[in-house]
């Protein structure tokens, strides 16, 4: 059952590792995510929904991942499962769904036996975030991330709800991260300069995602979205379509709005009634 919808960005400056004295600058943007991801967590896994950027693997990344934070200039390794198995009185974590990408297992020498994975440069950095929030809110928590296309068609994204809504549903207590950036020309230093329609665009956007407009999210005009640098426009669409068939209320809370270097960001968490 679901247990609550936590929607954050995903851009590399929430690691502090990798931005070193801009890390000050964007304290309340990492803040409010870490509160967030608390919300969730005490449940009993963490189903994610991201969209690939230029390059990345399109599909389902489950507890098994190792990934690692190279490319963006810093090891900094994340995981998407407890490092530790489950004692072997613990009944095993669902987990359905299509197999996800191979990482190859190291083995401890001479042994056979599989040994820890080897962070794997390759995971999209969406899959990533929920691995970094993961590792410091809910540790004990199984992840399992669905990394959609920028422009899936009518029937990829109707498949990834129909995944995402299977994953839901049950006696277990699931938390949904839906992970998703904003505008990219909200300011001329954006990393796609200023767009004179990016504001109106991501006050729209912000707007719907503080009231939990499943509606007018799971309606955003794409073309619109991209146009003004949005490439997450999949993620929230999906999302919210998932959340709907689910039928239960929730109640939204807005923790954070913002555009640190001209990127519209938005955190925030959609609660079941009564929690």
């Keep these: 059952?679901?247990?609550?919808?936590?929607?954050?960005?995903?851009?590399?400056?929430?690691?502090?590792?990798?931005?070193?004295?801009?890390?000050?600058?964007?304290?309340?943007?990492?803040?409010?995510?870490?509160?967030?991801?608390?919300?969730?967590?005490?449940?009993?896994?963490?189903?994610?929904?991201?969209?690939?950027?230029?390059?990345?693997?399109?599909?389902?990344?489950?507890?098994?991942?190792?990934?690692?934070?190279?490319?963006?200039?810093?090891?900094?390794?994340?995981?998407?499962?407890?490092?530790?198995?489950?004692d072997s009185d613990e009944a095993p974590t669902p987990d359905p769904g299509p197999p996800d990408p191979g990482v190859a297992d190291t083995e401890l020498p001479g042994s056979g036996i599989p040994g820890p994975r080897r962070p794997d440069p390759t995971v999209p950095l969406a899959a990533l975030t929920v691995g970094w929030l993961r590792d410091r809110v809910a540790p004990r928590v199984p992840a399992r991330v669905l990394i959609a296309a920028p422009e899936p068609t009518a029937g990829e994204r109707s498949d990834t709800t129909d995944h995402l809504i299977a994953a839901m549903v049950g006696g277990d207590r699931v938390g949904f991260v839906i992970v998703g950036d904003g505008a990219r020309t909200l300011t001329e230093r954006a990393p796609g300069g200023l767009h004179p329609d990016a504001a109106t665009v991501q006050r729209r956007l912000d707007d719907l995602l503080t009231t939990a407009d499943l509606a007018g999210l799971g309606a955003l005009d794409e073309q619109e979205c991209t146009r003004v640098g949005v490439g997450s426009t999949a993620a929230w669409r999906i999302g919210a379509s998932a959340v709907a068939a689910l039928g239960e209320p929730v109640v939204p809370r807005e923790l954070y709005r913002g555009h640190p270097f001209g990127v519209g960001y938005w955190v925030g968490t959609w609660l079941p009634e009564g929690m």
Aim: charged share 15%; hydrophobic share 50%.
């Design 1 to 86: 059952m679901l247990a609550g919808v936590v929607l954050i960005p995903g851009p590399p400056l929430l690691v502090p590792e990798l931005i070193g004295s801009a890390a000050a600058e964007t304290a309340d943007l990492r803040a409010a995510v870490l509160s967030a991801g608390a919300a969730i967590a005490d449940v009993d896994r963490w189903i994610a929904v991201g969209v690939a950027g230029g390059g990345e693997v399109v599909g389902v990344f489950g507890p098994d991942t190792v990934g690692t934070y190279r490319g963006f200039g810093a090891e900094v390794t994340v995981r998407l499962g407890p490092a530790d198995p489950p």
